[in-house]
Each structure stands twice: as C-alpha cells, then as structure tokens.
C-alpha cells in the first residue's frame, strides 16, 4: 500500500480547510494565506498551495479580484462565496466529529 | 561574460542568465504537464509566476541585478517539485535527509560536448559509465555486421535528447541537481573556456 499517498491525501485535505478558515477571517492574496500556513508548519513547499486555490475557485468556494498594491504589481485577493462560508462550517463539524472518533478509537487500542 | 534574457514574469521585469531562464522555463513547463484542463492550468502557472516573481524582487537589491541559475534553483526547493504541487506525490524533504532525495538516478541523454557525430556515444558512455571509446568501437564493428550499429546509432540520435541544461548534463552524470553541484559545475566550465580562450591566444 502507498502510504506516501495516504500522507499527501490526508495534508490537503486539512490545507483545504485550513485555507477556508483562513479566509474566514478576512480577505487575503495568496502570499498572506502562505505565510499563515507557513507559520504553522502546515506547508512544506510552496507550490501546493497554488493548485488547492485554483480548484476552490472553479468549486465556486473562493472569488478574488485585484487590487493595487504599494510594493509592485496588482495582488490576487482572495475571499470567501457564501458558498465557501456554507462548505467551511460543514468541513468544521466534521473536523471536530473526526477528531473525537479518531481519539476514541485510539484510547481504546493502546 | 554572460548572455542574460529581459523576462515579464507575474507583471514585473527581470534580467536573467540564459542558463537560468531555460532551467526556470523547464520548470514552469513541467509544472504545467500535471494539469490538463486548460483553464486550470493558466490560472495555476500565473499565481505561481506570481510567487517566483516576488521571490525574484526580495533577491534583488542595488548590488544584484541579474537572476541567476543559483537564484533559480533555491526558489525551485522553495517551491517544490512539480509532482508535489500537483499533489501526486507526498513530499520526502521534511522526513528523509536531503542527500537520499538527491542521490538522482542517471539519465541518457546526448552530450553535446563528447561528441563526434550526434553524441550518442558520449552520452551512453556517461549513462553507463564507461568510456564512451569502447561504445564507438562496438558501434562501428557492429556497423561492419549489417549495418545493426548503425541503425541502432540513427534511432538513438532521434529518441534521445540532447543535454541542454546544466540541470541535464548533471542528470546525464548522475550527480544530484542541487544548488552547489550546479555551483561547481558552472565554475568548471568557466575554467575550461578560459583555458581554451587562453590556448587560443597563444597561437
């Protein structure tokens, strides 16, 4: 069994979330998004992040729109559709409802 | 003296070293074989152009103006290969040391500096590890037999690519691809183009 798949499955899973969450909190351009994740060591590389974003875009879970920006070029900035809003809250409940099975199962197989 | 590329990447202007630009371009392009649906893939490519281009401003000041391979590479490890951003494969950089990632399997390609007709022989020599001489001499006497060696050569010439990059020549040798193998590779042949430059003088 390929468990580096399971692994990799796993993670996105939770940066999709996480990037939901993040933008729950307040609009932001992908490089604000990294850092947080960064911060939290919840990236390794760079690149992922890119592809994840893209995707909930298309799902028509994130909007973005340009804005000027003192330091270079216009930035990307992302933000949550109502749609994205609905989708995170189910992803919490069911992080939250994973978390407690996942333990129990654990604490009963020590 | 180098030849450097003017490049807009993520709506800002770049000098860049030819070698540079064709790692990054290959790169870019092999980001891009992951993602088939087309729209999905521009959209792709450009944030991450985006990034790159960012990552490009912070490494450049008053006393460097010119991307080069090495500012490259270390944003590629920034960045992560292109079967992890498409998110294929688990990245093994956090759990396993980076010379086991690095330790890269030989690949055949022609070397365009060990040849005397297509390269062919040079880069089987460098693929195999042994004198690319002896390769010649079994192609030429299996040419003499039929003309097998040389059907043989013709084929290869076609299917096999041409190491263009450094990023190739070290993957030709399998020496791992990594920013100070690429370091020494550049000096090497900077040392033998002046002593050749030089050479030339004297006559």
């Known amino acids: 069994m390929d468990f580096d798949n399971v692994k990799a499955q796993m993670r996105k899973g939770v940066l999709e979330f996480c990037i939901l969450s993040i933008?729950?909190?307040?609009?932001?351009?992908?490089t604000d998004i990294l850092n947080k994740l960064k911060e939290s060591e919840l990236i390794v590389v760079e690149g992922t992040l890119y592809p994840l974003l893209t995707r909930q875009k298309n799902a028509g879970l994130l909007s973005y729109r340009w804005e000027e920006s003192t330091q270079g070029p216009p930035r990307k900035y992302y933000a949550l559709t109502e749609r994205g809003k609905e989708v995170l809250k189910e992803l919490e409940t069911t992080w939250r409802e994973l978390i407690d099975a996942v333990e129990s199962v654990i604490d009963k197989n020590p | 003296m180098k030849k450097t590329f003017t490049i807009n990447l993520g709506n800002r202007v770049f000098s860049i070293d030819e070698d540079a630009?064709?790692?990054?371009?290959?790169?870019?392009?092999?980001?891009?074989?992951?993602?088939?649906?087309?729209?999905?893939?521009?959209?792709?490519?450009?944030?991450?152009?985006?990034?790159?281009?960012?990552?490009?401003?912070?490494?450049?000041?008053?006393?460097?103006?010119?991307?080069?391979?090495?500012?490259?590479?270390?944003?590629?490890t920034v960045m992560g290969d292109p079967?992890?951003?498409?998110?294929?494969?688990?990245?093994?950089?956090?759990?396993?040391?980076?010379?086991?990632?690095g330790s890269s399997q030989r690949r055949l390609f022609r070397d365009p500096e060990n040849r005397i007709i297509g390269g062919v022989c040079g880069g089987l020599g460098a693929y195999l590890n042994i004198d690319p001489l002896i390769i010649r001499i079994l192609v030429a006497i299996l040419s003499l037999t039929f003309g097998v060696g040389l059907l043989i050569y013709l084929i290869l010439w076609i299917v096999v690519p041409e190491a263009r990059t450094t990023a190739q020549k070290l993957e030709m040798r399998g020496d791992s691809v990594n920013a100070s193998n690429i370091g020494k590779f550049v000096r090497d042949e900077f040392e033998s183009v002046k002593k050749s430059f030089r050479g030339n003088k004297r006559k």
């Open chain 1, 23 to 30: 933008l729950s909190k307040g609009d932001a351009y992908a």
């Open chain 2, 21 to 76: 630009y064709e790692r990054l371009q290959e790169y870019l392009e092999r980001i891009e074989g992951y993602f088939s649906d087309q729209k999905e893939r521009e959209d792709i490519i450009n944030d991450i152009e985006i990034r790159i281009s960012e990552l490009f401003s912070e490494r450049l000041s008053a006393g460097k103006q010119v991307i080069t391979i090495l500012d490259v590479e270390e944003i590629i």
């Open chain 2, 83 to 101: 079967g992890v951003i498409a998110g294929d494969k688990e990245d093994k950089s956090r759990s396993y040391s980076h010379h086991e990632r």
